[in-house]
């Protein structure tokens, strides 16, 4: 394999309107707002990865951190474990969480991104495994299920086997009048999870799922504030649903501590969070010890490359936040999903990165 010395690396902002905004119990998302990282090689590599900011507000301080960053990286060896160790002592007394751990994390997708297309073959087969058609599931914000019906019967026309909902609202019967009635479209063999995005204290959250463990949910995610492992833990002893986090675990270190807590029974780590596909390697093993199922957490196309070396792989999740800037979007087939290469399989469609260019 080609040795790999960063050469640049150049940042673009966007903001990407979305076909299906997402509204949640905590706020809800109407753009896509991006910065689209592309690590430049003096071999004349190009590893490229996008960075999901949730909102428009964060692109600016996130566009300065790249130019602070970059200054640490040009002329580095392009090794992931070694960018990432370098990274990690640096920033030590300040911690590696919020603005700077998406940053980090996705300059890693970017790093194996470049490793792949110099190896030319996807991630995953550099990863130890192959390209593999994975189980996904069609993930929603808050639906109203008379004006969202057609939309989720699309869905299951496009093979999902498995649907998410958010929910939250201000009056609990109004959540379990919603998980009813899209029960009932979806049918009785279809998994069907439900998303609290962190609104509910502890003893709500139990209240709340005990009335909806009558419709067969996989899971309940978040239902606490994420941050809350204990509160987590009580809520997954007083309930018989599974009780599903990791989206805002920060690095191999906060999975370590929610595994510890036993706050959960299933995982969903995302890539932009955890410390990258690096990071994510470091989790499979924690996931493999403890029998814990693993599903991903938006970033569809790494996620295809990750969890195709996941022993406890369970469900990818299909919310669409990139393809809009995509030359080439990753597809559903059939309900799933599979890798595609070199590298993690991304083009910037370049028409569009000029059109939804941040202002």
């Not at 050469?7 to 509204?23: D, E, F, G, N, T």
């Not at 609290?196 to 504030?225: G, K």
């Not at 595994?259 to 924690?286: F, N």
Request: net charge negative; glycine share 8%; aromatic share 6%.
């Amino acid at each position: 394999m080609t040795n790999l010395t960063i050469r640049s690396i150049h940042a673009r902002a966007v903001v990407v309107p979305l076909a299906r905004p997402v509204r949640t119990a905590s706020g809800s998302i109407h753009v896509s707002p991006l910065i689209l990282l592309d690590v430049l090689t003096d071999e004349g590599i190009t590893g490229s990865a996008y960075l999901f900011a949730y909102t428009p507000a964060m692109l600016k301080p996130l566009m300065a951190l790249v130019d602070e960053v970059r200054l640490e990286l040009v002329g580095k060896p392009l090794v992931p474990a070694e960018r990432m160790q370098q990274l990690e002592s640096q920033f030590r007394l300040l911690g590696i969480q919020g603005l700077l751990g998406m940053l980090i994390s996705t300059l890693d997708m970017a790093y194996w991104d470049a490793l792949g297309k110099a190896a030319n073959m996807p991630v995953v087969q550099l990863l130890g495994g192959a390209p593999k058609p994975l189980w996904a599931y069609d993930s929603y914000g808050m639906v109203d299920p008379a004006k969202d019906a057609r939309a989720l019967e699309h869905s299951l026309a496009q093979g999902f086997r498995a649907i998410k909902i958010k929910v939250g609202y201000a009056d609990s019967a109004q959540d379990v009048d919603v998980v009813r009635s899209v029960r009932v479209i979806i049918g009785a063999d279809v998994a069907l999870m439900v998303d609290y995005n962190q609104s509910l204290s502890p003893t709500e959250a139990i209240r709340r799922i005990r009335m909806l463990e009558q419709f067969d949910l996989s899971w309940v995610e978040e239902p606490v504030v994420a941050e809350d492992l204990q509160g987590h833990a009580k809520v997954r002893a007083a309930v018989k649903v599974n009780i599903q986090t990791g989206e805002n675990w920060w690095f191999p270190r906060g999975a370590e501590q929610a595994l510890s807590a036993g706050a959960c029974d299933l995982m969903m780590p995302d890539l932009m969070k955890i410390g990258g596909i690096s990071g994510w390697l470091s989790v499979i093993g924690m996931a493999r010890a403890a029998s814990m199922p693993m599903s991903s957490h938006l970033f569809i196309e790494a996620s295809a490359h990750v969890l195709g070396v996941t022993p406890t792989c369970h469900w990818l999740e299909f919310m669409d936040f990139g393809s809009g800037i995509l030359a080439s979007p990753y597809l559903i087939k059939d309900g799933q999903v599979t890798a595609k290469g070199p590298g993690l399989g991304m083009q910037w469609n370049e028409l569009a990165v000029t059109r939804y260019a941040a202002k």
